[in-house]
């Protein structure tokens, strides 16, 4: 058997061999980070296949006025014009590159999720995987994509370091570069980032990827983005996301130097140094310090990720979510409720989020339940929202909270009009789009099946007979929610037809004695197709 020492050279070998600068997706464009696209407002590169502004020479795309939601939203952020978030990404750009199709990226210059091939018209389904069922190698290269990530520049985006307002609107540009890993640690980060309103006063309600009905879409491109990365810098096309199912779990099975890094012998907040994740660089963690300097994270290394499994506050986090847990916020039929934030009752949302009762859907903001539960026990980089992304277990924690969504989605079949369109908090209306994704992904859109998005997952594809039992559910739910209604319209019923058939009884009877031209019309035949019965059961 392998040392660890001999591993982790191993796995550092391969990811040397594997650094060869590809594209990348993100934030902004490094094509549009620059005076003359900010000043015109317009974000529409060239795409490398024909030269023409989203490859329009080749019926790939147009350069288009984007077009807002106007929908009202919600309470929650009660100013406007003071963040460069509000209405993503008019600040910025309000020409974007619009793709026909099943075109997509920044340039029209890839293809939608789930399709490839030159012209994106083959279908691709690929299947995520529980992380303890993949092979030894597959686990080894899995994390040597990781450390390839965390060390190679993004060719194709940047980040910005400064508000439009800093950037005197344009004519000042404050972009810099930055590694793949660390731009969705970034982009996490922006999404949630408190809004800053000058002095040293800022807005903390406000979050546009968390505590509203935008939080399971967002985190689904979240990692759909980061998966095609992936694919892309090492130029593996079948790799998917693992995921680590913490049902039930009794303590952090994955902190171990085989997988996402183990204690440190000595400092129990550190990773060990037998894990090349202990010499990681977090970044983006210093909220009060951007924020008493109104500005935003500049991607500095702050420190070495923290992580100190289990030895949290249990008053707020007992223990790791349990299986009855996840069954029951399945079982919750609304999507979203109330308030549509943090304090929604009966919302499989926020009881999945983790501000309700797993128990009861109750919101119960004192307590850190599901979603939540797992960022909190972590205790460490993981358990500050902005920052959380930093520590590479983050992923396969999202990964198997899309699948309790997916689950959900499965089950209840619902229609988009479960996703409001309206009077959510800011950023969260269905037609909004996401911050800070260019291309532009709405809120709606990622509302729907993984597999019209090209994967899937593998517990959810077996055995068969779960499968069937998921696919009667909803039907079955629906059945019991009327089942009263139903037994009430049965005897109702039962007592009409008993009375009709003896009005005709009757009138047979009395038609034997009575001429057929005064024969009384008890109802035209086609009549008794017309009757309904009705209950306010």
């Known amino acids: 058997m392998l040392s660890c020492c001999s591993v982790r050279m191993s796995l550092f070998a391969m990811g040397f061999l594997l650094v060869i600068l590809q594209p990348s997706t993100g934030q902004f464009p490094r094509a549009c980070a620059n005076m003359q696209s900010l000043l015109r407002k317009e974000c529409c590169p060239p795409w490398d296949g024909d030269g023409s502004p989203c490859g329009e020479l080749s019926s790939r795309g147009s350069c288009q006025n984007i077009l807002l939601s106007q929908a009202p939203l919600g309470p929650q952020f009660p100013f406007s014009g003071v963040d460069d978030r509000e209405d993503w990404p008019s600040v910025f750009y309000n020409r974007t590159c619009r793709c026909e199709g099943n075109f997509m990226g920044f340039n029209c210059g890839e293809c939608k999720f789930g399709f490839s091939g030159l012209n994106c018209t083959e279908r691709r389904l690929r299947t995520r995987r529980n992380i303890f069922q993949i092979t030894t190698s597959e686990k080894d290269k899995f994390?040597?994509?990781?450390?390839?990530?965390?060390?190679?520049?993004?060719?194709?985006?940047?980040?910005?370091?400064?508000?439009?307002?800093?950037?005197?609107?344009?004519?000042?540009p404050m972009?810099?570069?930055?590694?793949?890993?660390?731009?969705?640690?970034?982009?996490?980060?922006?999404?949630?980032?408190?809004?800053?309103?000058?002095?040293?006063n800022v807005w903390r309600d406000i979050d546009f990827a968390h505590e509203a009905p935008g939080f399971l879409p967002w985190h689904r491109v979240f990692l759909l983005m980061w998966e095609r990365e992936i694919q892309k810098i090492t130029g593996d096309e079948n790799f998917t996301i693992p995921y680590w199912d913490w049902r039930d779990a009794e303590d952090c099975v994955v902190c171990t130097d085989e997988y996402m890094g183990g204690r440190h012998p000595t400092n129990p907040n550190l990773l060990s140094p037998a894990s090349f994740f202990s010499s990681w660089q977090v970044i983006c963690t210093r909220s009060e310090e951007y924020n008493s300097q109104q500005a935003l994270c500049n991607a500095t290394s702050e420190g070495p990720i923290l992580r100190n499994p289990g030895n949290h506050d249990k008053s707020r986090t007992p223990r790791l979510p349990s299986s009855a847990e996840v069954e029951f916020c399945l079982s919750l039929t609304q999507y979203e409720s109330g308030s549509m934030d943090k304090m929604a009752n009966y919302s499989f949302r926020n009881t999945l989020e983790g501000f309700a009762d797993p128990q009861t859907a109750i919101s119960n903001i004192s307590q850190s339940g599901l979603h939540n539960a797992l960022h909190i026990y972590m205790n460490g980089s993981m358990s500050q929202v902005q920052g959380?992304?930093?520590?590479?277990?983050?992923?396969?924690?999202?990964?198997?909270?899309?699948?309790?969504?997916?689950?959900?989605?499965?089950?209840?079949?619902?229609?988009?009009?479960?996703?409001?369109?309206?009077?959510?908090?800011?950023?969260?209306?269905?037609?909004?789009?996401?911050?800070?994704?260019?291309?532009?992904?709405?809120?709606?859109?990622?509302?729907?099946?993984?597999?019209?998005?090209g994967y899937d997952y593998e517990y959810l594809q077996e055995p068969a007979l779960d499968s069937f039992q998921e696919f009667l559910t909803p039907y079955l739910e629906q059945a019991r929610q009327i089942w009263g209604w139903l037994v009430g319209a049965a005897v109702f019923g039962g007592i009409v037809t008993a009375v009709l058939t003896g009005l005709i009884l009757a009138c047979q009877k009395k038609r034997r004695g009575t001429s057929s031209e005064i024969q009384p019309l008890l109802i035209e035949s086609e009549d008794y197709n017309n009757i309904s019965y009705q209950s306010n059961f």
């Not at 924690?397 to 369109?421: C, G, Q």
Request: proline share 7%.
């Open 143 to 172: 994390l040597a994509y990781l450390n390839l990530a965390k060390n190679t520049p993004s060719q194709d985006y940047v980040i910005a370091t400064g508000t439009y307002t800093q950037m005197n609107n344009g004519s000042n």
């Open 175 to 200: 972009f810099r570069n930055i590694n793949v890993y660390d731009l969705f640690v970034w982009m996490h980060y922006y999404a949630s980032r408190d809004t800053l309103l000058g002095g040293s």
């Open 388 to 453: 959380s992304a930093n520590d590479p277990i983050f992923v396969l924690h999202h990964a198997f909270v899309d699948s309790i969504f997916e689950r959900w989605l499965r089950r209840h079949r619902p229609m988009l009009e479960a996703y409001p369109a309206a009077n959510a908090p800011i950023g969260h209306n269905r037609e909004n789009y996401m911050v800070p994704f260019i291309p532009l992904y709405r809120n709606g859109e990622f509302f729907k099946p993984s597999r019209e998005l």
